[in-house]
Every structure is written in C-alpha cells, then in structure tokens.
C-alpha cells in the first residue's frame, strides 16, 4: 500500500536528504516494483518478485513489499517518486524491452526530472550484439537510452541493459522482466553493490520439511517452538504441496538456528524429510540408493505425469538411484524403461470434502506393497501432492 | 504504489461516501493484496494473483494493482484502509490459517473499526469438518471470528472461510492463500457477486502465439498491428518460453479483435503455432495423430526431463497422438515404451551469448532427420526452450 503501510514501524526517512554514497547506511529497507500489464491481467505469474524477495532476504535486505504496476509511463513515475520517498532500495523489474509498451525508462525519468539520451556505447553494445545475430531492428535503440544519473548494468544475455542510479540517498536499481536475464543481472552487478552501498547483516535461514501431518496439527505439536523459537528467532509454517515446511530466521548468529531445528526433529519424527533446499523427489532417490537400486523407472495413472516430472527434476546425490524415465496411464500396454526399481502410482477420484486416496507401491529390487495415502486439494495441486506422497512412502521404508 | 499511482488516470473517489449497494456502479476499479511474509521472504510465488487478474479481466474488472503485505496487524489495516478509500472491490488471499502469524481478519476488522467475535454458525462447520478427520486443534477456532459486517463465505474444501463485506460503497472479499481454495471460492462465491454488485462489461480477449522469431523482429513484422490495432482495440506482445505471444483485447464488441488477428497470421505466417489457450505439447500430439502416429515416447539429454514435463501436461486433443512416457539422458541403455513416434531431443552446452543449440529428430512411423534449431536463455527456461523448439519442430513438419 502507500506511506502508511510502508512506513508501519519504520523510521520516517526525508526523501530529499542529501547521503553521501560513501558512508554505509544500516538496515536498508527495500520495495520492489514489478512493472507489466501482462502481470495485471494475470497473462504472467510474477517469480521474479519471490526470487528477489529470498536474494535479498538472503544478503540481509528487507524486502518490505512488492507493487505491481501497469504498463503506464505516470504511474511507474508516481511510483518511482514514492518509493524512492520511502525506502533505501527501489529495485524495479520489467518495461525495459525494445517495444512501444516498455515505458520503465521513461517514468524513472520523469522521477528523477532527468533527460533520457542515448547513450553511444550502449548503442555500440547493442549493434555488436546484433552483429552476431543479424539486422537490428531500430525500435531496438530505445535500450540504448540513459539518463546522466544511470550507471548502465551489463546484460550478457539480452539486449535491455539495467540501470543503477543513486541520488539523493536512495538506490534505483532497474533490471530486465526476462527472468534469465534478470537472474544474471541480480547475481552479477546488483548483489556485489548491496554490501558496498549499504551496511548489511545476512539473514540466516533454517528450513525444516515435513510430509503426512496437517498445518495446524504440525503447528500444534511443536507448539513453543513457532509462538518463542528462541531470543533473535522468527518462525513460520507453510503448508506446501510436499508438505508442512517450519522456517526459523535470524539476523544474528546462525547458531541461534540449531535449537528450534533440533527441537523440530524430536517433535515430529519420521514426518521430517528434509532441511533447506532438500527436494523430495532427490530424497526419495537417495533413499532408494544404498538399498541396492541404482535406477528407477515410473509407472503412473491420473496423475498427468506429476511424478515423472519430478523426478526427473529432482536433485542428483550422490550414491542416489538415478530416474530413468516413465510411463503414463499405460494400463500395462506400454513396456516400462528396464530398471532396477519401478514406482507405482494411482490416484483415486475426489471425494467431496476434496480429499483424494493415493495408491503406492514399489516393484523390483526394494519392493513395497500397495498402500493407500490420503490427500486433499484441487487441480494441479492435488497432482503433485499425489506424487509427493508417494515419493514420502519411498524415502519412509526403502526395503 | 500509494494514491499518486493508484490513482493516476482514475476519478477521484471518496472512501466514505455512502452509496446505495442495491446501484450497480460502472467499472469497477479493483485492487488485490496478497498478505504474507512468505511471499516477501520469496518463499512462495505469488500465483493467486495473476489467477484473480486473468479471471477480472475476463468478468470486465480491471486490476489496477497488487501489493504484496507481510503478516503484520498494522501494516495489513493501514492497507485495507488505504485500499477501500481508493478501490471499488479490494481482494485479499492469505492470512485466514489458523495459526498466530494469520493476521488478515484482524486486520480487516481494525480497518472497519469493528469487533471480530465467535461466529457459532462458523464454529459448528468447522467442528463437523474436523468430525470426519479427527480432533480439531483448538487454533481453528481462530476461523469461526467474523466481524458483524462481513458474510462468510464457504470453503467446501478447507477450514478458513472467506468474507464478503460490502459496506460504504467498498467491497471486500477475502480468500484463503492456499491456491485450490482460493480458486475455487473465487470461482463459486466471488465471481458470481461481481455482476449483481457491479456493471461489467466483460472483456474480450485474443492471444497469437507464434515459435521461432524473436521479439523485437515480431514487433517490427506486425508495426501497425500492435501500435494501432483498431478502435477500441488495446495489443500487447510478451516474450514467452514456448514463443512471442500477441494479445488483443476490447470492452467493445469481440469482432473487433478479428482484424488484427487476422493480420497477425497473414504477417507471420508459419510462425503461429495457436491461439487462446492452445498449448504447445498438445498442438504438436495433435499434429501427429493425422499423420498416422497413435503413441509417442519421448527421449531426452541434458534437458532435465523439461520434455517429458509438457507432453505428460499436455491437452488432450480429439485425434491427437496419445503421449506415452519416456527416457532421460539413458544413452540409448533403458528402452523407450513401444511407441509410433520417437521424438528425440538433445540440448548441447550454452555459448557465451547465452544461445544454445537443440538438436531435435522424430523416428518411427513419422519421420524427421535431425536437424539443430539455435534458442537462448539461462536455467530452467533455457530447459523448457529446448523443449518447447522441439515440439515446434514437430507441429511444422509431421511428415
């Protein structure tokens, strides 16, 4: 929302405060714009915003809210002025492509009350890169803009290039909607500037993941541990389709983590799979593999090919069984790839409270008979919870 | 951003004016907050909203922006409040868990000024849900809180109910965040109140999808199309990862998007793959089925199973190629399923312009000697690019 939102709990901040770039500032708090019609009207989901949200969460930046804004050159202006107002960081995404509708350049400028010219090396830069590609369309120099203020951040793979401007006591930081391009820009050129510019304390972060209990009885069992995890602590939970994951945060020292972690472990047992970036699909393969399966095959029905897609995504261990591939819905009729282990999946119609039962079984050399799971969820959800259930009964009883 | 932005282009509103809620007002002007520290942090990406924007566009509601809100009491009332002095209908997902970090009915309430109390209604659904499962927690209770203003509104399908509070010529409806039942509380309880509550005119809206030009020479190929697109007529182009995509939309008669669609294919010509919600996978299965080929197998390298993933997501399409699974990076050692149709793709190491090449080859009953088709693109959508250049391949030339 606007001041009032933002500025919650925060110190008040004169927007036209001269800093000096040299001295560090504490505790940056940061807004991003993500800049798009495309995001309003819902024709694009906005990953970038949780990219940049768990960078710089990461760096130990505070992420106070995301805004999605219309293609409209005054309101990425009004924006712009506002957030500047408001916060240390302005990153900015989108609306730096070559066509009529990418108008970011535009309102930062009108913002800043600076003139855009073109600027001839990133002209040149952009003909080279056309060189190797062929003719450049013309609409195509509009990249090449720059007003005075902007450093231009390098784009090795693609033609927007970002912008770094720092007046005034706040950063603008704007970067390409592509999310490849955006990525490497962030890694690149905006990451390494977040310590020198701003006086950073890393966030730590402890995840712990759990399949086959519910939120609130999960929140229930380790009671304490979300409501007080500890002096410097934050938790959370969110139920996810691979189950109920437990965050612990700190901004001091990492150690603080080890306590509500363990106490999570002894609290809820076998329905803990997982920490951090641990995917279910690479724990259930490595759980297969020092019992003697070196690959693993899928048979699935109804599904979609839930379980082969993650599967085949799924992290690579070492010592792990490797996923050879699979079948959908096959009824037998289509010869599975030959492997050590094959996965069997069914998923069963929806019952009316939403819930669904999921059968499992394992064949080959760690064998599993037929169980029946529980799930419940709609649509594509209900799919890949299907599938992680299934993955929870490998990682469970690998015999 | 706050009112500069949010405003900008709009009549100015009074946030307390009474209003008859019986008169249907025209054009509504909608905002979306999206609560959660998660979503902040980047732990969860923000999907409900490009849902919500896509399903307003269609009902004739514009959303005029989004703003993603931490779990903070203060921050979320200050946002409402803002919201409803701005917006004519203010959604809201997130934050109706039953645990201590959901804060979104609180919140609401401090914006209204009014008290939450134990709803016995409410209370007696829940427990009756928690009947067929087991104990309920006693942290559900926390669901069964309304506000006297706010109708709740069902959630066949999980614990927290939503609200419909329509009260000083501002709406607001809450949504629980987790996707299935948002969507489908939106679906059965928010869509159908849009019309009886507002005057709508829905909008109308046509997409071209084309594969293999990039997006600026997509620009300049269609010129007038996109800048003047006829009256009425708004267009947009969006770089996606299965090609450009051009979209047409009008509040007017749909006729008016036949011309530039029109255009499009006559400009493009074999570039255009689809229309709307036509999908890759499925138009190139499709392609296959007259062709001949029943079943297709997939084999894949170095693409992380992104193949597998879309054919096994396909749609399912009357007379098209039935997708039976398929093997990944198994260097010819794991048999595919007996198929019709081998698709066979290989994505060979990026250059240093971020461009790689794919080469891609069909065996079996339809045939196509393997060819290299060049993409660009970094991580899981250079995966996905390769994939989506071989599908092409097969939709152009099923011979």
Request: charged share 25%.
């Amino acid at each position: 929302m606007g001041f009032a939102a933002w500025r919650h709990g925060l110190p008040s901040r004169c927007a036209n405060a001269s800093a000096d770039p040299r001295v560090a500032e504490p505790a940056p708090r940061a807004l991003l714009l993500s800049i798009g019609s495309e995001l309003l009207a819902g024709e694009t989901v906005d990953a970038n915003a949780a990219f940049i949200g768990r960078e710089l969460a990461a760096l130990g930046v505070s992420l106070d809210g995301v805004r999605q804004l219309p293609d409209d050159r005054a309101a990425i202006a009004a924006a712009f002025t506002e957030a500047r107002g408001i916060a240390d960081l302005v990153l900015a995404t989108g609306g730096l492509g070559p066509t009529h509708d990418d108008l970011t350049r535009e309102g930062l400028a009108d913002a800043l009350g600076e003139e855009l010219t073109a600027d001839p090396q990133l002209e040149a830069l952009l003909r080279d890169r056309f060189g190797a590609l062929g003719r450049m369309p013309e609409s195509n120099l509009r990249q090449a803009l720059r007003v005075p203020s902007a450093e231009a951040l390098p784009n090795p793979i693609g033609s927007a290039p970002g912008w770094w401007v720092d007046r005034e006591g706040a950063v603008v930081a704007l970067m390409p909607g592509v999310p490849s391009e955006m990525r490497r820009m962030f890694a690149e050129q905006v990451a390494p500037r977040l310590p020198r510019r701003f006086e950073l304390r890393p966030l730590h972060v402890r995840t712990v993941k759990t399949f086959g209990i519910g939120e609130s009885a999960v929140a229930e069992m380790v009671g304490d541990l979300l409501e007080r995890p500890g002096p410097g602590v934050s938790a959370g939970i969110y139920a996810r389709d691979d189950g109920v994951h437990l965050r612990f945060s700190t901004r001091g020292d990492a150690s603080l983590l080890a306590a509500p972690v363990e106490g999570v472990h002894r609290l809820l047992g076998e329905a803990v799979w997982g920490l951090d970036g641990d995917d279910l699909g690479g724990i259930a393969l490595a759980a297969l593999g020092p019992r003697g399966a070196a690959t693993v095959a899928s048979w699935e029905a109804d599904t979609r090919g839930a379980l082969l897609a993650i599967l085949a995504g799924a992290a690579k261990r070492d010592g792990a069984a490797r996923y050879l591939g699979g079948v959908l819905d096959a009824g037998g009729a289509a010869p599975l790839p030959v492997a050590d282990v094959v996965v069997q999946l069914s998923l069963l119609p929806q019952d009316a409270h939403g819930r669904s039962r999921v059968r499992v079984a394992l064949t080959g050399s760690v064998s599993l008979p037929m169980r029946e799971v529980r799930i419940h969820g709609s649509g594509e959800q209900r799919l890949r919870r299907a599938a992680y259930a299934a993955l929870d009964q490998l990682r469970r009883r690998p015999q």
